[in-house]
Every structure is written in structure tokens, then in C-alpha cells.
């Protein structure tokens, strides 16, 4: 029972974590454009620059 006492802040603290992480994650724009990435690796384009 008194383990309960330092594991339950700390599954708090640790979801507070996640939950601040995945925010950020909103704020920065990851999940702007889920189709482009997955559209640029069917099409064959080639606009790679010739050096």
C-alpha cells in the first residue's frame, strides 16, 4: 500500500509528460499532411537536382 503512494505521481507524471509531448507535436505542425509523404513514395518523379 505504500508503494501506491510514489507510483500513482509518477504514472501522473509520466501521462503529463505524454500528454505535453503529443501537444507540442500538434502545435509543430507533424500531423499537418499525413497523404504527402505517402504520395511521394508512389509517384516517380525524378526532381532530384543534377550535381
Known sequence: MNM???LIPI???????GLAAFLWSLK???YDDMDGAAWRVITDDDDHPSS
Open 11 to 17: 504514472a501522473l507524471l509520466m501521462g503529463g509528460i
Open 4 to 6: 501506491l503512494v510514489y
Open 28 to 30: 509543430s505542425g507533424q
